[in-house]
Structures are given as structure tokens and as C-alpha cells.
């Protein structure tokens, strides 16, 4: 399954399936990506960072896909497990000069649930 | 489990009360962050300490005073809150203040009343 940031807050997949969570994203100058995870009761979990001179990066199970064209950002969850199912948040970073600089913006999150 | 403590993990005060909120890292990092989490919106920064000395305020209200006494402790005085201060207090921390993982903690649920 799929969502698409703000539009699609919610996104439920089956147990063992591939799970597609998409992110829109802000600037196009910005330098830096990252996936949190965070479970209830937690505080957010880091999953995966890209740079923006790569277009793919793939760590355990999961995999970020950055497009700089349509300023899109993607993490793809493989064989998706019960612990899997919390609320995933992308994070950019703006350009030196630009703002806060230094520090992340997140976006508002997807809930991911897992079905049995 | 990540490094990063923070207590209480729940706090309920009235909006004339004075309390503190205390995070302690134990990573090594030279960065440490305040962030507010309210029900349906995005991680709102709110302060940000490189090296111990405060790098960015995001225009928040006086009400909380951040402390940094030294790379491994983080504090955020509260004061005078409103109801709408209601959130989750999320404490982070990175190695250093730029393009990094930021370890964060289990945030402090504030409730005011």
C-alpha cells in the first residue's frame, strides 16, 4: 500500500506485505532526509537518512528513494511485521543560510497499521 | 534505550505553577534539543544548544526558559503555562548540530491545567 503524506494520514497493510510511505518535502535546496519511527508511548526512532546527492539508500528492511525532480521522499518497508505498525515521520534539513540552518523539519506523519 | 532520559514522563500543573523538565544524555553528543509535540501536527523545534551555548530559539514564548549547564544535561523551565501548552516535550540529542541522527527520548506528557 501507499500514502501520501497530509492527504493519507492512515495506511494499513497486510502482514508480509511491502509498505510505501511517501513525503512530500518543503525545499528543494534542502540537504538531508530522515525517517523516524515512533511507536505509542515513545519517543521517535531513527530509521534511515539519505543525502541529497544520492537518489537510494537501503538499510535492514528498509529502503529511502529520494526525488529531487518532484521533491518526493519514499521509505519502503519490506515483509511488513506487526512491529512494523506506529507512526513514521520524514525530516529534512534546509540549505546553510536558510532558516533554521541547522535543524530538521518534520513533516506531520503516516500511521502505519499492520493486519494479521 | 536510546541514551536519552528524560523525567518526569508525566507532569500535570496548574497554569500558575513553576516546574522543570530535565533530559540527561549519556552518548557523548554535543548537541541537545527541546522539541513540542502536539496531537496531529508536526515535531515543532523549540530550542536547540550546541557545545552548550543556545543556537536557535524558534520564537518561543518566555514561558519556557531552556538551561543547558553542560553537554549532558538539558533543561526547560516552565512558568505561567496555558492549556494550549498541553504536549508531548520531546528532548533529543545528536553528535553535533548539523546533518545527523537525532537521538531522541521518551518526552515528558505535559497536561495544564
Known amino acids: 500500500g501507499e500514502s501520501v503524506g497530509l492527504h493519507l494520514p492512515t495506511l494499513s497493510v497486510q502482514e508480509g506485505d511491502n509498505s510505501i510511505i511517501n513525503c512530500a518535502y518543503s525545499n528543494s535546496a534542502s540537504d538531508y532526509f530522515i525517517w523516524y519511527k515512533q511507536e505509542s508511548g515513545k519517543g521517535p526512532q531513527f530509521i534511515i537518512d539519505i543525502r541529497s546527492n544520492m537518489d537510494k539508500r537501503q538499510g535492514q528492511r528498509v529502503t529511502v528513494l529520494l526525488n529531487k525532480t518532484v521533491k518526493h521522499l519514499s521509505l519502503q518497508i519490506a515483509a511488513t511485521q506487526p512491529g512494523d505498525s506506529a507512526v513514521y515521520f520524514c525530516?529534512?534539513?534546509?540549505?546553510?543560510?536558510?532558516?533554521?540552518?541547522?535543524?530538521?523539519?518534520f513533516g506531520s506523519g503516516t500511521q502505519l497499521t499492520v493486519l494479521p | 534505550e536510546t541514551g536519552v532520559t528524560q523525567t518526569p514522563r508525566h507532569l500535570v500543573m496548574g497554569m500558575t505553577n513553576k516546574k522543570s523538565l530535565k533530559c540527561e544524555q549519556h552518548?557523548?553528543?554535543?548537541?541537545m534539543y527541546w522539541y513540542k509535540q502536539s496531537a496531529k501536527k508536526p515535531l515543532e523545534l523549540m530550542f536547540v544548544?550546541?557545545?552548550?551555548?543556545?543556537?536557535e530559539n524558534n520564537s518561543v514564548p518566555s514561558r519556557f526558559s531552556p538551561e543547558c549547564p553542560n553537554s549532558s544535561h538539558l533543561f526547560l523551565h516552565l512558568h505561567t503555562l496555558q492549556p494550549e501548552d498541553s504536549a508531548l516535550y520531546l528532548c533529543?540529542?545528536?553528535?553535533?548540530?548539523?546533518?545527523?541522527?537525532?537521538?531522541f527520548g521518551p518526552g515528558t506528557r505535559l497536561t495544564v491545567l
Open positions: 525530516a529534512e534539513r534546509f540549505p546553510p543560510g536558510e532558516g533554521s540552518a541547522r535543524q530538521l523539519t
Open positions: 544548544y550546541s557545545l552548550e551555548e543556545r543556537v
Open positions: 552518548l557523548g553528543h554535543n548537541a
Open positions: 533529543a540529542s545528536s553528535l553535533f548540530a548539523g546533518p545527523t541522527e537525532q537521538f
